[in-house]
Structures are given as C-alpha cells and as structure tokens.
C-alpha cells in the first residue's frame, strides 16, 4: 500500500511540477520568463485551439491567473458610449473586477463600481491583477484599489487613492503596475509625501509613505539587491530613486526629469548597471555602488543608443538588451555602452509605426512575442538579430491609436496556455505539445 501511495504522489508531482501560475505582471518572478515545460515549439496552418471564450468589455490591464482562476478587470462606459482616445474630457461608466474559472471562462463572481474617468486612453483599467494565496488585489484606471477574498469575491479592505491622499490621477491614469513584497502591498499613489505608499497586504492598514512628486508617472516599482541592500527602486516623473521597501526611507536620488512624467519601463539591473529609459528618447544608464546604495549616471539621452520603450517591458538575455524603442523598431542593445547592435520593425510589421507594441516573454532559448495586431509570434533573440520560426492569429485588435487598430494589453502564459484579451473578448488558448 505504501508502495501504491509513493507512486501516485510521485505522478501527481509529475503532473504539476512544471505548472506555472501567472498571478502578476510579467509572471510569478515578474520577469516576463515562462518556465513550464512541455509546449508547442510551432503553430500549425490553423493555430493554437481557442479553448474559451468570454465576453468582457474595454480596458489595457492583462490577465492573472492562479489557483485555477483567471481575473481580469474591464470598464463599461455609460450607454456604451465609444470614447476618443486622445480626449481628456469626462466619461461616466462602471469599473468592474472579473474571476472566471480557468477551464471554462465562466464568471464566477464579479464587482461593478461607478467610476467618471477623467483620463487619456480612456478604454479602461491598465493594471494586472496581483494574487497572493487567498487575496487578489485590483488597481483602477482612476486610483480605485480593493482586496478581494478569492473564494467569495467579497471585498476584505479598500481604497480610494485619489480621495484618501488628496492627489489627482496622471494623464494616462494610475498605470503602474503594484508590487507585493512580503506583508507590503506597495503602489504609487501620489500627493504630499506620499508619492509612493506601503499598505499591510492583509488589513490595508498604511505601513509608510514615502517621496513627493509632481504626479505618480507610470513605472512598475521593482526590488533589486545592490551593495547587499535589497532596494526598492522606483522612476519618479523628477528623479530615479531608491528607497528601503521595510521603512520607505530614502537610500538614494539621481534627478532624472521625464517628458511628460512617463518613465513606463520597469527599472532593469543588469550586473551593476540599471536601465531606465521613457518617453520621447529619453534613456539612462547608471551605475550602482558596490560599497553602499548610491548610483551615478553613466550616460543619459544619448541619441542613437539603447532606446526608449513605451508600451513593452524590455528584456536581458546574456546580458544583452532587448526592446522597442517609442518609434516601433525592436534592438539589441549591448552594454554597457548602449550601442544599438540591430535594429528590426519585426515581429510587428514590414515597417514601424509609433508606439509599436509586442510583448516579449522569454521561454527556454526562444521567445514568445504577442504583437498588437493580435498576432502571437515564436522566434529567437541574439547579438545577431532577430529570427521569427512560426506565428498565428489570436485577437482581432479593438482599440485605435495613431490611426490604426491596436491591441495593447500584455498576455498571460500559465499552465500550457496562452490568456489574451481585447475590448470585447477574453480566450485561452491551447499551447502544449
């Protein structure tokens, strides 16, 4: 008998070792690298099998998915009224927070909130979801952030970022993508001192604020360990910053001013280096001390090197850089010079176009990159350039920007399947082997 119970134990780990849950930007290890095993390595003439899908309405933010769930948050304007894009003016609609069964697409449970944008690129909320154990945390497009038990969908605690910290959102609104670390739910929030907040994950209850700012800007904020000091490293709209993610205490400031306060890229660590770069050609390379935290800059807008991301996450592969720059082109960019090794208006299109979009996630030696025309694309990354092997339709892109259709909402790749999403639809789709 015990023999029987090794070996079904044995199988069911089997089973599940290389599942892999997607419960945040860019993946477990908010790292945008796929770890399970056992997937498809090309298309074939028809694509990868749709295996739901289900009807949701506008919104930028991805999906997470964990614990057999998927969670994605959309906006519903009021009379279904089509909103432009490029206006900041006034629409009053409903905010609503979405937990489907992740074998069906079938809503389990969801919550609706009036919310009046007063925003640009109006379409809806821009965060993913963050699932830690039995809470999933949401963040809207207006500063709207709730905690939600997962098995009931019943709200534990809530806020109101604008209201509670007399601040207004950005013209993009609030876009950064929360961090969990540890017991701290940590966002940016904005107003006086309180530029960036920590809350107790479980309660709500504040933990520290921290920093002044003309607005919240946009950026991730990110954890790095640097002269042995784990660092909370956040790109204000004025200056790069780190701060002690226990107390919220500033360790360093290298002022950095963004054009229009849109530094959107999450800051990379790249040996002793970091990378940070936004709007309008702007970019920056520091170099961080190795005695105590402390950075000094390397080199800033340095025209022709390294680029200047919008939309996309960039990535380091053997120490090599690789994104798009704010003009569609993606490049591999060497550093620490910052010298543009290749450049290439692939995977996207024949040419670029402004603000051009794929989202890279690295799987194995090669990379999955889903474009905003809807397009899933498998190809490879090196100094050399590169290598597109195999690529499908999945979305028909719903929102416009520029004068051209786009879909510009990150996926998410979780047990042996892709999650995307448009202004209308959410599916899954089947990529194992």
């Known amino acids: 008998m015990k023999c029987l119970q090794v070996l079904f134990l ?5 089973v599940f070792a290389h ?24 298309f074939s003439d028809s694509g990868p099998k749709k295996v739901w899908k289900t009807s949701i309405a506008g919104g930028y933010s991805g999906p997470a998915v964990a614990g057999g769930k998927v969670f994605i948050t959309d906006y519903v304007t009021k009379d279904n009224v089509k909103v432009d894009n490029f206006s900041r003016g006034s629409f009053s609609g409903t905010e609503r927070v979405l ?36 809470l999933v945390y949401t963040l809207g497009a207006e500063g709207n952030l709730f905690c939600f038990d997962i098995a009931s969908g019943k709200i534990v605690w809530s806020k109101d970022l604008k209201t509670e910290y007399d601040t207004k959102s950005a013209l993009w609104g609030y876009a950064s993508h929360p961090l969990i670390d540890g017991n701290k739910f940590i966002c940016l929030v904005g107003g006086k001192g309180s530029h960036t907040v920590a809350f107790d994950k479980t309660t709500g209850k504040e933990l520290w604020r921290s920093q002044t700012a003309p607005e ?39 002022p950095y001013e963004a054009s229009n306060g849109s530094i959107i890229m999450s800051p990379l660590k790249i040996g ?46 053997d120490g090599v850089l690789y994104g798009f720059d704010q003009d569609g082109d993606m490049s591999g960019v060497e550093l620490p010079s910052g010298k543009r090794l290749w450049s290439t208006s692939e995977p996207i299109g024949k040419r670029k176009v402004g603000s051009g979009t794929a989202f890279i996630v690295q799987h194995g030696k090669r990379h999955f990159f889903f474009t905003e025309t809807g397009h899933l694309v498998i190809g490879t990354l090196s100094p050399e350039g590169f290598k597109e092997t195999s690529r ?26 892709i999650y995307v999403r448009n202004d209308s639809e959410i599916a899954a789709f089947d990529l194992a082997k």
């Open 10 to 14: 044995s199988a069911v780990v089997a």
């Open 99 to 134: 937990c489907l069964d992740e074998a069906t697409g079938k809503v389990l449970w969801n919550h609706e909130y009036p919310v009046k944008y007063a925003i640009s690129y109006p379409a809806g909320p821009r965060c993913t979801p963050n699932v830690d154990g039995k």
């Open 272 to 317: 002793n280096y970091l990378f940070v770069a936004g709007y309008s050609n702007k970019n920056l390379l520091l170099k961080l001390a190795t005695d105590k935290p402390g950075a000094e800059v390397v080199w800033q807008d340095k025209a022709k090197h390294a680029f200047s991301p919008v939309n996309v996450q960039p990535m380091v592969v």
């Open 19 to 42: 599942a892999d849950d997607w419960p945040q930007w860019m993946g477990p290890q908010r790292d945008n690298v796929w770890r399970e095993e056992g997937i498809i390595e090309s």
């Open 392 to 417: 499908a339709k999945l979305l028909d892109p719903t929102n416009n920007a520029f004068g051209r259709e786009v879909l510009w909402c990150a996926p998410a790749f979780a047990n042996k399947r």
């Open 216 to 254: 919240q800007g946009y950026s991730p904020p990110t954890i790095i360990e640097s002269a042995g000091v784990r660092q909370l490293v956040i790109p204000r709209p004025d200056a790069v910053a780190s701060l002690d993610p226990e107390t919220g205490k500033l360790l360093w400031s290298v």
